[in-house]
Each structure stands twice: as C-alpha cells, then as structure tokens.
C-alpha cells in the first residue's frame, strides 16, 4: 500500500467515523453543527425550540392559504358576471309588449327582450333557449310580457299561445263565400275591399284542380288567427289549406271515388247539406236523400240552392221564386247544381261520402229554430211535413 492510499484511506475512515469522542475534544458554540444536528443530550429546552420553529412554519403556510383564499375569492367575483350571466328572478313586474320579427334568432330575441327590460341580459335568455332546446320554436309576433322576468320565465311566455297579441275570427259553417269575406273583413280589420279582390282572382289561393278555379265551397270554416303581418291574401289561402287538410282527413278523393262521384261533386253534395240546415246527426240522412233522388233520375227540388242561384237566404223557396229559371234551380234542371252553395265544414263533407242507409226520399226541417228535421218516404208524410213548416213559420210573422 503507498502512501497515498494510505491517508486515502485514512482520511476515509476520518470521514466515515465522524469527530473523534473523548474529552480532549473542545465545545465550539460557533460550530455549525449544533444548529443542524439534533439528539436527545439536549432535552426539554431542545424540544421547546424545534416545536417553535414548527410553530412558525405552520403559521407561515397559513398566512399563505389565507392570502391565496382571499386572491380566489376576489377572482370570482370579478369574473362571475362572465361565469354565470345576469338574470332576474320570478315572473315580472309591470306588461311591456315586444315584437319578434320572422326569422329572428334567440340573439336577436334576447336583444329585443334586453331592450324592452324584459330579461336582464341576453346571455341569460340565450341560455335559457339552449339549454331547454327550444330556438325552433319561437315565432314571430307581438307578446304580453312583463319587464324584469328571469330569462326562463321569459321563454315560458314566448312559448305559451295565450302571450301572444292577435285578432282571431271564427268563421261559422255553411257562409257564402261573400258572407266569410265580410266576416273576415270585421273580425280581422283588414279592407274588405281587398279581401273581395283577392277572392276574384281564385288562381291566387292555391285551390285544388277539382276546385276549376271557384273558391266558393274550399273556404273552411274554423277559427283563424291574424297577425299584424296577415294579409287577405295570406288570410284566403289559410282557408284554402285548411280545406284541403279536412279534405285529406276525411279521404274525400278515394270516399268521392267510391260513391262514383268526383271530388268537387261530394263537396257540392256537402255544401246542400250544410246549407239546408238540421242538426249533424240528421247530415247523413240529408245526404241519402240526395243520393236517392239521384239514383231515381228524380230532380233534387232543394230550395237552399234555389235561394243560393238569386242571392238570397233561406230553406224555403216560394212558388214565384221556384219558377224563376237559374243553374241552380234544382226544380227545373236535374241533377246536382253546377257547383258548391256554401262553405262545409268537416261533419257535412264526412256525410256527403259516408251516408246513412235508408228509403227516405224527402225531409222537411219542420223546426229551425230547433233545428228538428223529419225524414219519410212517402210523399204524403212530406206534404205534411211542409204544411208543419209553413204553419210554424207563418206563426213567427
């Protein structure tokens, strides 16, 4: 072994073994050794100073989670407006009405509802549509709201009918198509004028082909709702629609088919039977009477269409008035008349193409106001029948 590797190793063990131990060795308060170096020579006092520092350390990270608590707490209020989007809460204050264009947006909705102090912020409400799935199903129109509704109260409104602001017009079963336009005109407010020349110009209302070009018969009766955007155009073709919806509904082609009729001649057979009045019940045996007379070869003699060809009123035509010669007149030409006298609803055209069976050949409404309307066979039975109108009517004048 050399000399070098002997203090080597020498100086290793001096290392591995740490400071000798005996008295001879002198206590240096300046060595740095006793400030990290802990045992159990230094008792309580010891202990007293490890706890203090521990103290300190847990006092220092406490401050700190304090700070840190504060800084999060501050953040979110700063950044919670963007986090959460400013709405207001229950059902409103004082009735504000909005106005929503076609083909707006929920954006665009809620930018109207924000100006009109209905929502507190756009956000909100666009949210509110969102997460609901309802941006398909906002329409057009002017609503009853109230300011300061919360954003899903708002979109409650917009979705419920009765919020909407409009004009809505029943037009009743068995008018003329002159009587619905005037009652159209007056519930609605748009010009009667206007109204008139649109129902003149018949290729604008997208009638059915079987219609050739007349609308009398394909305006349907029903209750229709007019926007500040409605026009009589717009109004006209809703009837049409909705007649060719009923149409559809009762299968008037094939029904018409298979009564060996064509569709405009069921509708003409509906139009008398609304026309001449009865309760719905008595419809279908209207409409076998019709059918039997036909069959027979025998002329309809109806005075509802009578009335209908010179413009007046009426189930009860006089001699003067049966003479006087009309396409209409259903005493002097046989067969059915050469289009619709009224406008049928929905029981009348499901009678014309589904009539009761029976050998009825007349019927007489003996009661209007009551609306009771006897049926027979015989001819005798129906002279007396019409002798009971006559008398009824003649006792109301």
Do not use: C
């Not at 008792?43 to 504060?70: K, P």
């Not at 229950?90 to 509802?113: C, M």
């Amino acid at each position: 072994m050399g000399p070098d590797e002997a203090d080597g190793e020498r100086d290793g063990r001096e290392r591995q073994d740490g400071p000798p131990d005996g008295p001879d060795r002198p206590d240096d308060p300046e060595d740095p050794g006793d400030l990290i170096a802990f045992s159990d020579e230094g008792g309580e006092e010891d202990d007293e100073r490890a706890r203090g520092r521990r103290g300190l350390l847990l006092l220092v990270a406490g401050g700190s989670a304090v700070v840190i608590a504060a800084g999060l707490a501050g953040a979110l209020t700063l950044f919670r407006p963007l986090m959460r989007p400013a709405d207001f809460e229950g059902r409103g204050t004082v009735p504000v009405v909005v106005e929503i264009a076609p083909g707006a947006s929920a954006g665009q909705i809620a930018e109207v509802l924000v100006k009109a102090e209905v929502v507190a912020s756009a956000r909100a409400f666009v949210h509110a549509v969102e997460e609901r799935g309802q941006s398909g199903s906002l329409r057009p129109g002017r609503y009853q709201l109230r300011k300061r509704m919360a954003a899903a109260s708002a979109l409650d409104s917009l979705l419920a009918p009765q919020s909407r602001i409009r004009k809505r017009v029943t037009v009743p079963e068995g008018l003329r198509a002159a009587e619905a336009v005037a009652r159209l005109a007056k519930g609605s407010g748009l010009p009667a004028a206007e109204l008139s020349k649109v129902l003149a110009r018949p290729a604008d209302l997208g009638l059915p082909a079987y219609a050739k070009g007349a609308a009398e018969g394909f305006l349907f009766p029903a209750t229709y709702d007019i926007e500040r955007t409605t026009t009589p155009r717009d109004l006209l073709r809703s009837m049409v629609r909705r007649f060719r919806r009923a149409a559809a509904q009762v299968g008037l082609e094939a029904e018409a088919a298979r009564l060996r009729l064509t569709p405009r001649e069921a509708v003409v057979v509906a139009s008398i039977v609304q026309a001449e009045g009865g309760r719905e019940s008595d419809y279908p045996k209207i409409a076998r009477v019709i059918y039997n007379r036909l069959a027979s070869g025998a002329k309809l003699e109806m005075d509802s269409t009578v009335m209908y060809g010179l413009g007046k009123h009426g189930i009860v035509a006089s001699n003067a008035e049966i003479k006087r010669d009309t396409p209409y007149n259903t005493y002097m030409h046989p067969g059915l008349p050469p289009g619709p006298i009224s406008n049928p609803g929905e029981a009348a055209l499901s009678a014309a193409l589904r009539p009761a069976k029976g050998d009825w050949y007349w019927f007489v409404t003996v009661d209007p106001q009551r609306r009771i309307t006897k049926f027979t066979d015989k001819e005798s039975e129906f002279v007396k029948y019409r002798e009971e109108l006559h008398k009824r009517l003649g006792q109301h004048h």
